[in-house]
């Protein structure tokens, strides 16, 4: 199993920048997609962003693109994601997910498709 811890979430102001960890530990020796959710009061998880293992893929949500870039360091075990031109309607709960899989380009964005979750971080943009 692997085990995933969120940080870097905050309050900033529209049009701030943020940056979002995801740490892993456990069977990390395996390769394994990761993928970043977000969940707002009231609303379902949305899929934001994922990278493949090799980090050969990434994918994003329309929202989001152009304005955050995932990417990962294996040789620390974690992914960021960096979160520019932060606009209010990006506040949200923050997840990280990360699924087994060895395929170069294998990024899912659906959330059924991750066997592990960390608690998330929260994300507060003011206007």
């Known amino acids: 199993q692997v085990q995933l811890v969120e940080s870097g979430g905050g309050l900033v102001q529209a049009g701030g920048s943020l940056r979002l960890s995801c740490v892993a530990s456990?069977?990390?020796?395996?390769?394994?997609?990761v993928g970043w959710f977000r969940q707002a009061p009231g609303k379902e998880r949305d899929f934001v962003s994922a990278?493949?293992?090799?980090?050969?893929?990434?994918d994003y949500a329309d929202s989001v693109k152009g304005r955050f870039t995932i990417s990962r360091d294996n040789a620390k075990n974690t992914v960021y994601l960096q979160m520019n031109s932060l606009k209010p309607e990006d506040t949200a709960f923050y997840y990280c997910?990360?699924?087994?899989?060895?395929?170069?380009?294998?990024?899912?964005?659906?959330?059924?498709?991750?066997?592990?979750w960390g608690q998330g971080t929260q994300v507060t943009v003011s206007s």
């Open positions: 997910a990360a699924r087994y899989d060895s395929r170069h380009y294998y990024a899912p964005r659906l959330s059924y498709e991750y066997s592990y």
């Open positions: 990278i493949s293992w090799s980090g050969a893929n990434t």
């Open positions: 456990g069977r990390t020796s395996s390769s394994y997609a």
